[in-house]
């Protein structure tokens, strides 16, 4: 079944205009039918209209016509702004004191309707629906300095293991060490990213056992459906959850810990005392570990999918001196 993706365009500014090679940026969103994707690029096209700060529609929309310079839709857009009642919209602009040309502004308040006939005037879009069918992508793994701290990144730095990029957004990443040429932080298999990202969890929450976030965090708290995480642990082979029933002999020391993890709660004799143990990493199932991760509050690692090329055809990931609107 097809896929129908939104991406912005790249467009560049000239210093007294607005120009895109129609060029793929990146997606705002995938959607099953052309239709749901049709609607959600409308949508996209207006805010992109509105938040271009455009002081001359006639001129700044025509980088992004369809039939780019060959579209001269000034005066049926003037034309539409009067129908409308926008005369204050209407600029007129004289050079010494003659008429030259008039700048067509951006109108206040109007509907979505408004919105698209003046792009359908102008022949104008922001974006493109693109269906998918070859897709070809980059994976990266940003650690999560919430999850882990100084310690344990700074440990992972000496290591080789992580390193400050940009892409897709700023932070530290997991390297990908090819067998020749440049350490780079992309993966071009998600299986292979995901199950070197667990990996390194878990051996360093085994190895910084009080350096990361379940460490630091008394088990009940990690999340914001205990039953539901409880009830996942109980059926994994390679997880266990350690319960301690709380006596008169170890409540005081229980409520010390509790204490010292900074937790609200507080245990009575007779309640349950929890505490989550991992296996090393040859006895470990990555799928249950990664099913606990995606229960706590604070997640380890975030994995992004980043499409390189659809169908044959770029998706640049920047551009110089550019921008997507």
């Known amino acids: 079944?097809?896929?129908?993706?939104?991406?912005?365009?790249w467009f560049f500014y000239t210093d007294e205009w607005y120009v895109t090679s129609n060029e793929l940026a990146h997606?705002?969103?995938?959607?099953?039918?052309?239709?749901?994707?049709?609607?959600?690029?409308?949508?996209?096209?207006?805010?992109?209209?509105?938040?271009?700060?455009?002081?001359d529609l006639s001129s700044d929309l025509m980088g992004f016509s369809e039939n780019a310079y060959g579209n001269d839709f000034t005066n049926s857009l003037i034309e539409y702004y009067k129908?409308?009642?926008?005369?204050?919209?209407?600029?007129?602009?004289?050079?010494?004191?003659?008429?030259?040309h008039y700048e067509v502004l951006?109108?206040?308040?109007?509907t979505d309707d408004q919105l698209d006939e003046i792009l359908r005037i102008a022949k104008a879009y922001f974006h493109r629906i693109i269906e998918y069918k070859d897709i070809k992508e980059s994976i990266y793994v940003k650690l999560n300095y919430d999850f882990?701290?100084?310690?344990?990144?700074?440990?992972?730095?000496?290591?080789?293991?992580?390193?400050?990029?940009?892409?897709?957004?700023?932070?530290?990443?997991?390297?990908?060490?090819?067998p020749?040429?440049?350490?780079?932080?992309?993966?071009?298999?998600?299986?292979?990213a995901r199950d070197l990202a667990i990996q390194y969890t878990n051996s360093s929450?085994?190895?910084?056992?009080?350096?990361?976030?379940?460490?630091?965090?008394?088990?009940?708290?990690?999340?914001?459906?205990?039953?539901?995480?409880?009830?996942?642990?109980?059926?994994?082979?390679?997880i266990t959850l350690q319960e301690e029933e709380v006596s008169d002999k170890n409540v005081k020391i229980i409520n010390s810990k509790l204490k010292k993890l900074k937790s609200n709660i507080h245990k009575a004799v007779g309640d349950k005392y929890y505490t989550l143990k991992l296996p090393n990493n040859e006895n470990l199932d990555k799928d249950e570990l990664n099913g606990v991760f995606e229960l706590l509050k604070q997640k380890p690692f975030k994995i992004y999918r980043v499409t390189t090329e659809i169908n044959g055809e770029e998706v640049k990931g920047y551009v110089s001196d550019s921008s997507p609107l």
């Open 83 to 100: 129908s409308q009642n926008w005369h204050d919209s209407i600029k007129e602009v004289f050079y010494d004191g003659k008429f030259n």
């Open 205 to 238: 929450i085994i190895e910084f056992e009080d350096n990361n976030f379940l460490g630091r965090t008394y088990f009940e708290d990690t999340t914001v459906s205990l039953p539901m995480l409880i009830a996942y642990i109980n059926n994994c082979n390679s």
């Open 148 to 178: 882990w701290g100084k310690k344990v990144f700074d440990k992972l730095k000496t290591d080789g293991v992580i390193e400050s990029r940009s892409t897709p957004e700023k932070g530290f990443y997991l390297v990908n060490k090819p």
């Open 180 to 192: 020749k040429g440049r350490k780079s932080a992309k993966f071009t298999d998600f299986q292979t």
């Open 27 to 55: 997606c705002i969103g995938i959607y099953d039918t052309y239709e749901e994707a049709l609607n959600a690029k409308a949508n996209a096209d207006r805010k992109s209209l509105l938040t271009m700060n455009s002081y």
């Open 106 to 110: 951006p109108p206040k308040n109007a």
């Open 1 to 9: 079944m097809s896929k129908y993706a939104v991406h912005k365009l």
